[in-house]
């Protein structure tokens, strides 16, 4: 952590977590609409489905292509032409004539909203070691209320005016943000002077040699894919179960919300009690959440029972992904600290990537087994984090140290 960006280039924790949500919240926008993309069109779920993919797959193409160069170029001004991008990414999904144009313009609308993570690491620069923890999970109640209240924005607004002005309005808020970025964020050089290519070729030795990181982005990939799973077939099933549509599915966001306001408490207990205490607990969580979306969805209750036992799964099942997530992302953040935006880079491209399997095998799964073909492939990717989890590095989170390669590579 530098001292001039502490003193003089100090960015307040809350506007990072803003600047997260407003990037993050373009990615899924269109998981409570898919059933309304896909009458436009005239495709079946199955085939409109593909959407949520698309955008998942650009998100992570953006995050291996442009959050390294957070630590080559002026943060400021390369997030500043990134959420213009974004406005202009989001015009094109509103206005696309069908769904192979729509599919493409959801690939570039995942592309620039990896601005997200190009702000995410500048949080622990802006506070002791000790409190690393607590600083990111700030900033991530930010991101992950973006997640989870996109969602209810698009369902809300898409009952009133149609799926399209969803995208419409959010074109209009990414494009505001630019100056508003501009006028609230001070300057953010690079710590060092790093050539973009050497950057790139630095993500391949970074997760060679840190085992903690390789262990946490195959966790994290593998609980966000189960996390995918409910979110991409949620509007499937209470459309088929109970006869809701969009706005209804929307509103789970909001419940989920309220899950995400754990982030700032999974920081302090990362601190405490330590990264790997927090991912285990978490990743209980998320499989009880589960268990307890597949055993009540069968019985015969009335359809109130089923939406708050839905409701109260939504819950745990965010508290669940968001303590794995701050707790993953507290433990790498310590591990070299000048290489932040890269070691973020190959963590959140191994982690939607696992998003984006999620989702591609949860449409296939209701395409084929509906509800209980969901539940029991999330169970499954749970089930293989925790396996990972078990046999990972027990004293990783104290070996901070960079080996003489790393130095040479990382600070030439």
């Not at 949520?52 to 943060?75: I, S």
Request: with cysteine; proline share 4%; net charge positive.
């Amino acid at each position: 952590m530098t001292t001039l960006l502490k003193s003089e280039q100090r960015a307040p924790l809350p506007f990072l977590g803003l600047a997260c949500a407003v990037g993050v919240s373009t990615i899924y926008y269109n998981q409570p609409l898919l059933l309304e993309m896909g009458r436009s069109y005239g495709v079946t779920a199955g085939h409109v489905g593909f959407v949520a993919v698309a955008t998942q797959v650009g998100y992570a193409t953006g995050l291996l292509a442009f959050v390294p160069l957070g630590d080559v170029l002026e943060r400021r001004a390369l997030m500043m032409r990134m959420y213009g991008a974004e406005a202009v990414a989001l015009l094109l999904v509103a206005l696309a004539p069908g769904l192979t144009w729509l599919i493409a313009a959801s690939v570039l609308l995942g592309l620039f909203a990896s601005v997200t993570h190009v702000a995410l690491p500048i949080a622990p620069d802006l506070v002791s070691h000790e409190k690393r923890g607590r600083a990111i999970g700030t900033v991530m109640t930010g991101l992950l209320l973006g997640i989870l209240l996109a969602r209810t924005f698009a369902g809300w607004v898409s009952s009133i005016h149609g799926w399209r002005w969803v995208f419409v309005v959010a074109a209009v808020v990414n494009a505001a943000f630019v100056p508003l970025m501009g006028k609230v964020m001070p300057k953010l050089p690079p710590k060092q002077q790093l050539r973009y290519a050497d950057a790139m070729k630095s993500l391949w030795t970074l997760f060679r040699t840190q085992p903690l990181l390789r262990e946490s982005s195959i966790v994290g990939a593998l609980v966000f894919a189960s996390f995918s799973c409910f979110w991409t077939t949620l509007a499937f099933v209470l459309h088929s179960h109970y006869g809701l549509g969009a706005g209804v599915a929307g509103t789970f966001g909001v419940v989920g919300a309220a899950g995400a306001l754990v982030a700032p408490l999974a920081g302090r207990l990362s601190d405490r009690h330590g990264s790997r205490w927090v991912v285990s607990l978490g990743m209980g969580l998320l499989g009880f959440s589960y268990v307890l979306l597949w055993v009540e969805e069968p019985i015969k209750l009335p359809m109130t029972i089923h939406i708050i036992a839905l409701a109260i799964g939504v819950l745990v099942l965010d508290i669940g992904a968001q303590m794995t997530q701050v707790a993953n992302q507290t433990r790498i953040f310590g591990l070299v600290p000048s290489a932040r935006s890269r070691i973020n880079t190959v963590y959140m491209t191994v982690y939607f990537s696992g998003a984006a399997v999620g989702s591609a095998l949860a449409t296939i799964a209701w395409e084929h087994w509906k509800w209980n073909g969901v539940c029991c492939l999330a169970i499954s990717f749970i089930a293989l984090a925790g396996l990972r989890h078990a046999t990972g590095k027990r004293n990783g989170e104290a070996d901070l140290h960079r080996t003489e390669e790393e130095d040479l590579l990382l600070e030439a």
